[in-house]
């Protein structure tokens, strides 16, 4: 009796162990690859990029995976803290590349950007960093794709719409002691001087581990500037540093070129957070399609609780599949895959109307490598963004 | 003058608050705790939870902060610093679990909290306004003056209580005072909850003013260090003197030499090594140990 029930047994489970390894059988694994910071300070710039990757790969999935030529694809993402450490961003990518992934998103920050260059060329591998420096886009450069509007792009943009529509003639800028904020603070300074804006304050530094603002932005404050631009500002820092500058009496605009996340706003400054100025992406009401919306609904019902900064960080994977959808080569072949870029196309499926992916970047970088996400300029309200304005990035 | 004076004297009491629970562990149990950046954090989460997610009062939630803090310290203590100090005389046998706690705090932080930056309600409304010679809204005046109160009402416990005096025992000479009777593992567990109540304690006061993220508690760690080493290790006047002194530096460098950019932490370090070579064992401390 007892050896018939374990042949039974041994027979369910082996029935049921060829019907699951059937059933994943049908689809191969496509690995895509996420090289950035996902802890200490920085940490909500990075993992907003896994989750971002981890809901779009997971919906992917449930739906019966990516088709790419005559094969179908589960996606897998492999992610790898570089805790904002070139080093480590180094290290990171050559585990990618012994992984043989030829598709990477990151890294978040300049110096990490420019570390895996060589790494990522030598490998042949594609990558979508989040940092601003041209010569990671421009010729003889070729593999890394930015992934987001650059502030020297958004910039301009916000600079010169608060001139025109709120008279705006003075500016100050207060950043971080780091080469990311500090990079994007002296292209703040040129285009507002470009702008033909009196710059009154450019040299007041924050360090990044600052806990308490007011002392680091009284000075600032004093010039009493018309706009105030948190260059490059993380969004721990930005509802401290928007109350410190409330509190002291400071009632100007203030504005950043990076992307935000509203509850953040909401609970470190509240009602203080009211009419800031930041870049987003394509979730407001006004702009959103029914994949965005069901996109933030998964994200939260995944993670809790949806992050703003997802709005932009929702397109890198999407680039890369649909370029890959489009010439199923590239799959393995990253040669293919740039060759592609000059006139890829696709529907936007994260926007209303006709918007298009595909690559842009010829102004900035004299080549396509930048991906066409939309420059939406929002102005924080009462717990929620509402957009100012939207523009296109060539 | 005043404003500088003002923000040396907010930023120096919270800096002494932080310094004390890391210089009472280190003083009773010989163990540099690097996880004491990760306690002020995870006491600003709760806090968070309770003040700004559950709608308590502040009062209650700072005294969830102190209670949760208090048996993490204690657990900590009585489950693995205790052991590992029994088993190993090596030093770095703590340090190298401190440095492990941290990173699994980070993680349980993460996982529980979240990677966003998190904020609460003001306590108080308004700013302080001299006419423009001091400004400073009243709820850093009020943290400002809990935080004092706190510093005060911890050395009186250490200074007329029973149990203070035990605890100083076991700072002084750990085996004289278990020769006169101190029941040193437990005192060394209520020592340990007591410090990790303290990181609770301002973790939860500063969430209402600089807010809360996962990545707080290594510079936390690191700014705390620098203050027992001005003060000297294991003195809980050279704690809260190294926070001042830390506290004014900090107020009077971001004022004075803001033109100069982010030069105040440079010349922080530099003052500090050249103190160090100078003076090892801090401003309080004991050459000998």
Known sequence: ?394 | MEQILANGIYLGAQYAMIALGLTLIFALMNVLNFAHGQLYVLGGFVTYTFYGQFGLPFVVALAMSCLTLAIVGALLERYLFGPVIRRSAREESTMLLAAAIAFLLDAIILLVFGEKQRGVPKIVDGVFNWDFRVIMPYDRILICFLAILAIVAFISYMQFTKTGRALRALAQDRTAAQLMGVDTARYSMIGFALGAMLAGLVGGLLVTITGVNLGMGGPTSVKAFMMVMIGGAGVISGAIAGGIILGFMEAIGLAVLSQYGDITYLLIFISLMIFLAIRPQGLMGKPWG
Request: no cysteine; charged share 20%; net charge negative.
């Open chain 1, 1 to 394: 009796m007892y050896r018939r029930t374990i042949i039974k047994g041994a027979a369910v489970a082996l029935a049921s162990l060829a019907l699951t390894t059937a059933a994943h059988a049908e689809n191969d694994t496509l690995k895509i690859g996420f090289v950035g910071v996902t802890s200490g300070p920085a940490a909500a710039w990075g993992i907003s990029n896994v989750r971002s990757m981890e809901t779009r790969a997971a919906w992917i999935n449930e739906i019966g995976g990516v088709q790419i030529g005559d094969k179908t694809y589960d996606i897998e993402i492999v992610t790898f803290d570089d805790q904002k450490d070139p080093k480590r961003a180094i290290a990171g990518m050559e585990k990618m590349a012994q992984e043989g992934i030829r598709y990477v998103v990151g890294p978040n920050v300049d110096d990490g950007a420019a570390a895996v260059r060589p790494v990522a060329e030598a490998n042949g591998i594609v990558y979508f960093p989040y940092a601003f420096p041209k010569e990671l886009y421009s010729p003889p450069a070729s593999n890394a794709v930015l992934g987001m509007v650059a502030n020297y792009q958004s910039g301009p943009a916000i600079y010169k719409y608060l001139m025109e529509s709120k008279g705006v003639k003075t500016v100050a800028f207060v950043a971080a002691n780091e080469s990311d904020p500090l990079s994007q603070r002296d292209g703040g300074v040129m285009a507002a001087n470009a702008l033909g804006m009196e710059v009154v304050s450019d040299n007041v530094t924050y360090q990044v581990d600052t806990s308490d603002f007011t002392p680091v932005i009284t000075p600032v404050i004093r010039t009493q500037p018309d706009l105030l631009v948190l260059s490059g500002v993380s969004p721990a820092h930005a509802p401290q540093l928007i109350r410190s500058a409330r509190e002291l009496g400071y009632e100007g605009l203030i504005s950043t070129e990076t992307a935000q996340d509203a509850t953040v706003l909401r609970e470190g400054a509240g009602e203080l957070a009211n009419g800031f100025i930041s870049v987003g992406g394509a979730s407001t009401p006004e702009i959103a399609s029914d994949a965005m919306v069901e996109f933030v609904d998964r994200y939260t019902k995944m993670f809790g609780e949806y992050n703003d900064e997802s709005n932009t960080k929702v397109y890198a994977l999407e680039y890369i599949l649909e370029t890959i959808r489009a010439n199923p080569q590239a799959i393995d072949d990253v040669e293919v895959f740039k060759a592609a870029m000059d006139d890829f196309e696709a529907p936007n499926p994260f926007m209303k109307g006709n918007a298009a992916l595909k690559y842009v970047g010829m102004t900035s970088f004299g080549q396509k490598r930048q991906v066409a996400v939309p420059l939406v300029v929002n102005v924080y309200r009462d717990g929620a963004f509402e957009t100012l304005f939207v523009a296109e990035v060539d």
